[in-house]
T-cell receptor, first 115, second 116 residues
Framework: EPEVTQTPSHQVTQMGQEVILRCVPI?????FYWYRQILGQKVEFLVS????????KSEIFDDQFSVERPDGSNFTLKIRSTKLEDSAMYFC?????????????FGPGTRLTVL | AQKITQTQPGMFVQEKEAVTLDCTYD???????LFWYKQPSSGEMIFLIY??????QNATEGRYSLNFQKARKSANLVISASQLGDSAMYFC?????????????FGAGTRLFVKA
């Protein structure tokens, strides 16, 4: 069964450093998403991406964040200058349509720890 | 604005018994989808069950069923015959068509503990 994959599973970085989280969505999917879950809290939407541009973003997704689909398979989330409060689990998701009736398939997550 | 409320931060259930996890929601969208996800201690999000707002029947998937009461805006998850492996965090979530269907809104979650 096709699945969303994410690398790395765990990333440790120093405050102020740039990190790139990588995701490989399901191959025929067109819509891509990033979510964040701070430890012990609920999952929060960050951004959605379609047709090589951002479709929607939350207030969390400020200028420190960017997303990119550099080739036909990868979808990346970049944090330019990490802060302590960026420590969280980051989930990538993909779907083949944008409709509310369709499942977004989640990857296993990347746990980011900012020291 | 859309909102999901899960009022039970933690629940205990005896193995082999049924348990209901509560979820209420608020939305102005006439068409929306409701989802339940399981998050074990390993951290991944596992899709369990989906209910569309226009579905006439409550969704069922194996031991999971969704008690959908549209007028009360509730979408409770029922797990029958609980197993030790059901111990996890459970999130109720929603996506609405009028908001573009892009983002999924999650509740705060309920941590389920299954006792042997």
């Amino acid at each position: 069964e096709p699945e969303v994959t994410q690398t790395p599973s765990h990333q440790v970085t120093q405050m102020g450093q740039e990190v790139i989280l990588r995701c490989v969505p399901i191959s025929n999917h067109l819509y891509f998403y990033w979510y964040r879950q701070i430890l012990g809290q609920k999952v929060e939407f960050l951004v959605s991406f379609y047709n090589n541009e951002i479709s929607e973003k939350s207030e969390i997704f400020d200028d420190q964040f960017s997303v990119e689909r550099p080739d036909g398979s990868n979808f990346t989330l970049k944090i330019r200058s990490t802060k302590l409060e960026d420590s969280a689990m980051y989930f990538c998701a993909s779907s083949d349509t944008r409709g509310s009736l369709d499942e977004q398939f989640f990857g296993p997550g990347t746990r980011l720890t900012v020291l | 604005a859309q909102k999901i409320t899960q009022t039970q931060p933690g629940m205990f259930v005896q193995e082999k018994e049924a348990v209901t996890l509560d979820c209420t929601y608020d939305t102005s969208d006439p068409s929306y989808g409701l989802f339940w996800y399981k998050q074990p201690s390993s951290g991944e999000m596992i899709f369990l069950i989906y209910q569309g707002s226009y579905d006439q029947q409550n969704a069922t998937e194996g031991r999971y069923s969704l008690n959908f009461q549209k007028a009360r805006k509730s979408a409770n998850l029922v797990i029958s015959a609980s197993q030790l492996g059901d111990s996890a965090m459970y999130f109720c979530a929603m996506r609405g068509r009028n908001t573009g269907g892009f983002k999924t809104i999650f509740g705060a979650g309920t941590r389920l503990f299954v006792k042997a």
